[in-house]
């Protein structure tokens, strides 16, 4: 499942503003930055240094953080998020990323009920 347009941040005036927010949190993984929305729901955007290898490299390492976010979508809050991928991505299964991302943006997992 693909994260729809209206959820994807695209333009460069929206990173600016995300970025001169200076607003971000971190982990050995993903720094994210944040900014409070208007909007009735969370906008996010996907960042790979081209560091961390070629195009290909780059684009799977971008459906991998959009897949692990999706399922973390409906406990996130109305913010716009810049997602930078950090070293060592490249080398995580996709529970390690959902995991760092869960981390990162303080996700609360919602507790199963025992009855």
């Not at 959820?7 to 993903?30: C, E, G, Q």
């Not at 961390?52 to 780059?58: K, M, P």
């Not at 692990?68 to 998020?81: D, E, F, G």
């Amino acid at each position: 499942m693909a994260i729809k347009k209206a959820l994807r941040i695209k333009k460069k005036i929206d990173f600016d503003k995300i970025f001169s927010a200076r607003k971000s949190t971190a982990n050995k993984k993903f720094v994210v930055y944040q900014l409070p929305s208007e909007t009735t729901h969370f906008r996010a955007a996907i960042s790979v240094s081209k560091k961390l290898g070629n195009a290909v490299t780059r684009n799977r390492l971008k459906r991998l953080v959009r897949h692990a976010l999706m399922p973390l979508s409906n406990n996130l809050s109305t913010k716009n998020y810049n997602i930078v991928s950090r070293k060592g991505v490249k080398s995580l299964s996709f529970d390690e990323v959902q995991k760092n991302l869960t981390h990162v943006l303080k996700v609360e997992k919602k507790k199963k009920k025992t009855e």
